[in-house]
């Protein structure tokens, strides 16, 4: 027996251990840290947002930073005149977080600490909350429970987010990738039916009966399986459409647990394919009412020419593609909610109807994904 | 934040759960067992040991199968003659092997069971315990425990394992890996100096002081972390040495938990380079002393120009490289233990010593490698 390259865990219960085996561990690596702190769109928003908003947010104030990993945000807390920062880390990075803010001379003001967020006890409550929680299309990884659980125990009545709303949105989009999916899924399948030949022929045993659970798990990963792309803007058919939009200050974590949205994009060009749909967020550092921000800053991961985070885009392909042309208007049902096996993983289900300009309806179509 | 493609966990304390979202979960897809199910060398070894043996050691038998993954042991076992076979399975494959004992008409010899093997009940004892459990270069995965342990409880006296003998064996090569890795190391070291530079000038923070853990955490992933090779015949310069012998009927985890052992090996070519040591695995089916095999099979992982395995071999490269002229000797000692972390990952040391077909000896070196 040997293992292959890792697949995803999929188990029926979740416990402590586990999710840190799954999901804190990849945190641990500087190489990961690296990467996070090399994307440039990332960096500059919450560079700027911190040093922009220093005087009216930060300045003699006390921050906490959710998951602080190498510890730069809290270094720049530091840096823009907090008068004290908790910086919290559930996994062994909080070392190397320790290093950073004393080779910055921060120490009298950071204290790092190692630990989940939920089982933390800080000596105060804190003025501003700033975390970079955002996973893949915002809400992979459910990393906003534990912000949300900071911000019940630990924010001040009047203490704000950092950041303090994000946006999910959702448009059609070209792409060469179906049919690339595709094919990958059609040769896995031709492959499969000369296995079982072959199995039969050489060592008297039928496959056959496996043909229906591998043909799904096959479909799960080629065809079902949301994918991780940098889109062109060019790539984008239709309209975009807001999905979801979060207020960082009141937002309960039943409030994210599902996503659901229904609205029209309207195609832009002829005899375009409708390949399937991207979706991507952004995020804006505005203060709180009573205390606005001095620059609104954006952080965004909208399909770019210049502009790609390692976020990229989130892209949920339709097998067969839609064929339409400008003026038709795709009516979706986008619904999303957290894996059943695993809550920080996400289940996505997809409806699309057509209204040609013509006036003709065309029959509506379901899709699952998985956001793995 | 956001991970990137998932690394393998690294944590003190390993519990059953963890366990198995780490191991068990990826031999849950089908994907994995027709890999290892259209690997012609491992298949043609189980089919003949079964099929040549099956009037002296499986007809009219009670076997058990460890770990059955898909059932193709155990069904072949009951198409052999088994008067009854026990077929234990930890992961969700179990249910595919259910249907393929059915659909291949075995159902009334073949007994499916779900569960860890350290935790079934058999109804009675058993006179053959067949099993493919062999990690890379042997003993990754330490899976023989599970088949140790149901050896202890459920094997007669005069029962026997398939297969019966197990060895190692390490050879030094030459191969281009070594410098493709560390131009790799190279690479993320210079990549990580311009990282420093920009992250002060345009973020103001000091990243040096991680320096030394980024090496360390590269060094380990490109220059120990020993790697998965299909090695050709010809790249093998010296003789090969056998490391560990193990007789599946008598050993126990103790004996297994550690490998010990000092060679010599002969460089044949002149102005070669040993850029490393090679490692595989064979395993024999011989039946029991009082009752041998018909036809002794081996099952052997050894660099071969047309017969490649999946388990391919494991490959340690030596940064520098050495040296060396026909006639001169390598001199190795070569200690593998399990990794503190993780018990199914392992630790390896390499010593190596040079001397000179005109009888100089070379500084002795030491090389730390991890078996991930």
């Given at each position: 027996?040997?293992?292959?390259?890792?697949?995803?865990?999929?188990?029926?219960?979740?416990?402590?251990?586990?999710?840190?085996?799954?999901?804190?561990?990849?945190?641990?690596?500087?190489?990961?840290?690296?990467?996070?702190?090399?994307?440039?769109?990332?960096?500059?928003?919450?560079?700027?947002?911190?040093?922009?908003?220093?005087?009216?947010?930060?300045?003699?104030?006390?921050?906490?930073?959710?998951?602080?990993?190498?510890?730069?945000?809290?270094?720049?807390?530091?840096?823009?005149?907090?008068?004290?920062?908790?910086?919290?880390?559930?996994?062994?990075?909080?070392?190397?977080?320790?290093?950073?803010?004393?080779?910055?001379?921060?120490?009298?003001?950071?204290?790092?600490?190692?630990?989940?967020?939920?089982?933390?006890?800080?000596?105060?409550?804190?003025?501003?909350?700033?975390?970079?929680?955002?996973?893949?299309?915002?809400?992979?990884?459910?990393?906003?429970?534990?912000?949300?659980?900071?911000?019940?125990?630990?924010?001040?009545?009047?203490?704000?987010?950092?950041?303090?709303?994000?946006?999910?949105?959702?448009?059609?989009?070209?792409?060469?990738?179906g049919e690339?999916k595709k094919?990958?899924f059609n040769?896995?399948?031709?492959?499969?039916?000369?296995?079982?030949?072959?199995?039969?022929?050489?060592?008297?045993?039928?496959?056959?009966?496996?043909?229906?659970?591998?043909?799904?798990?096959?479909e799960?990963?080629f065809l079902q399986?949301?994918?991780?792309?940098?889109?062109?803007?060019?790539?984008?058919?239709?309209?975009?459409?807001?999905?979801?939009?979060?207020?960082?200050?009141?937002?309960?974590?039943?409030?994210?647990?599902?996503?659901?949205?229904?609205?029209?994009?309207?195609?832009?060009?002829?005899?375009?394919?409708?390949s399937g749909?991207?979706?991507?967020?952004?995020?804006?550092?505005?203060?709180?009412?009573?205390?606005?921000?001095?620059?609104?800053?954006?952080?965004?991961?909208?399909?770019?020419?210049?502009?790609?985070?390692?976020?990229?885009?989130?892209?949920f392909l339709l097998h067969p593609p839609i064929?339409?042309?400008?003026?038709?208007?795709?009516?979706?049902?986008?619904?999303?909610?957290?894996?059943?096996?695993?809550?920080?993983?996400?289940?996505?289900?997809?409806?699309?109807?057509?209204?040609?300009?013509?006036?003709?309806?065309?029959?509506?179509r379901?899709s699952?994904f998985?956001?793995?």
């Open positions: 027996m040997e293992l292959g390259d890792g697949g995803a865990a999929s188990r029926p219960r979740v416990d402590k251990e586990v999710d840190f085996a799954n999901y804190f561990c990849t945190y641990g690596y500087l190489y990961h840290q690296k990467e996070m702190l090399s994307d440039r769109v990332r960096m500059d928003a919450y560079y700027n947002a911190v040093f922009d908003n220093a005087a009216v947010h930060i300045r003699d104030k006390v921050v906490l930073d959710v998951g602080t990993g190498s510890g730069i945000l809290a270094i720049w807390c530091a840096q823009a005149g907090a008068r004290k920062v908790y910086a919290v880390e559930a996994t062994k990075m909080s070392d190397h977080a320790r290093e950073l803010v004393k080779a910055n001379d921060v120490s009298d003001i950071v204290e790092v600490i190692h630990g989940s967020m939920e089982d933390v006890v800080l000596p105060e409550k804190v003025d501003v909350i700033i975390s970079e929680w955002m996973g893949y299309f915002l809400l992979r990884e459910s990393m906003f429970d534990s912000v949300i659980c900071a911000r019940d125990r630990w924010l001040k009545p009047d203490g704000m987010m950092y950041p303090s709303h994000a946006r999910m949105w959702v448009a059609p989009i070209r792409s060469g990738l690339q094919n990958d040769s896995a399948m031709a492959d499969w039916h000369s296995f079982v030949d072959e199995t039969q022929a050489h060592y008297g045993v039928n496959m056959g009966v496996l043909e229906k659970p591998f043909h799904e798990e096959h799960k990963y399986t949301s994918l991780w792309n940098n889109v062109h803007p060019d790539q984008i058919v239709g309209s975009a459409a807001l999905i979801k939009e979060i207020d960082c200050l009141t937002a309960s974590v039943e409030e994210i647990r599902t996503v659901h949205a229904e609205f029209s994009s309207k195609i832009g060009a002829d005899r375009t394919l409708v749909f991207a979706g991507w967020f952004d995020v804006h550092f505005r203060g709180n009412s009573k205390n606005p921000a001095t620059r609104d800053v954006e952080l965004t991961t909208a399909p770019s020419a210049e502009d790609c985070t390692h976020w990229g885009q989130q892209v064929r339409a042309n400008a003026g038709d208007v795709v009516g979706v049902r986008f619904v999303m909610s957290r894996a059943k096996q695993y809550h920080r993983l996400m289940d996505v289900e997809i409806t699309t109807t057509v209204r040609t300009s013509g006036g003709k309806s065309l029959q509506p379901s699952k998985f956001i793995e």
